[in-house]
T-cell receptor, first 110, second 115 residues
């Protein structure tokens, strides 16, 4: 299985601080995506990074990918209360299926 | 345009009853996915439809689970003889063409509770 595994499982930080979540996977991938889920409902796509990319930015989000270590990190800078959610990494190889990890529950404290 | 919609939002049923969950994907999206998410867990892949190809049913947990996609659009996930362990949020997603790692657009999910 190439299932991504997020770390930590849960994270609480003060508003304004940076939040870092990590994802490790087992087999080679074509790309890796990060999704956010609010209140146990539908997921929202945040960012995709391809296997030949090392870093990508989108607004306050920064994603890194280290294929040698089979790991990725998601950094949210200057966190806000609205960032409270679960964050999932999802990996895919040549197959069509995306495999999701179990997620990191992020809680931003006021 | 409209996103992925699912109905019902919530479903409470008694053990042993059958349930049908509906998904309306984004218009023009040829790929459709069903996932199951138990409380506090990640997404468990159930089934994948791509155009007119035979669906990938490799994630269905038992023969009580089945899904159809009529006319390449709306999909129905049916759970027969429901069990308490079927209680979960059932999420549907669609993507434009189902390419490897293509962004999936999720519906709000159906929260199923089996008493």
């Amino acid at each position: 299985s190439q299932q991504g595994e997020e770390d930590p499982q849960a994270l609480s930080i003060q508003e304004g601080e940076n939040a870092t979540m990590n994802c490790s996977y087992k087999t080679s991938i074509n790309n890796l995506q990060w999704y956010r889920q609010n209140s146990g409902r539908g997921l929202v796509h945040l960012i995709l990074i391809r296997s030949n990319e090392r870093e990508k930015h989108s607004g306050r989000l920064r994603v890194t990918l280290d294929t040698s270590k089979k790991s990725s990190s998601l950094l949210i800078t200057a966190s806000r209360a609205a960032d409270t959610a679960s964050y999932f990494c999802a990996t895919s190889n040549r197959d069509d299926k995306i495999i999701f990890g179990k997620g990191t529950r992020l809680h931003i404290l006021p | 345009g409209a996103g992925v919609s699912q109905s019902p939002s919530n479903k409470v049923t008694e053990k042993g009853k059958d349930v049908e969950l509906r998904c309306d994907p984004i218009s023009g999206h040829t790929a459709l996915y069903w996932y199951r998410q138990s409380l506090g867990q990640g997404l468990e892949f159930l089934i994948y439809f791509q155009g007119n190809s035979a669906p990938d049913k490799s994630g269905l947990p038992s023969d009580r689970f089945s899904a159809e996609r009529t006319g390449g659009s709306v999909s129905t996930l049916t759970i027969q003889r429901t069990q308490q362990e079927d209680s979960a949020v059932y999420l549907c997603a669609s993507s434009l063409s189902g390419g490897a790692g293509e962004t999936q657009y999720f519906g709000p999910g159906t929260r199923l509770l089996v008493l």
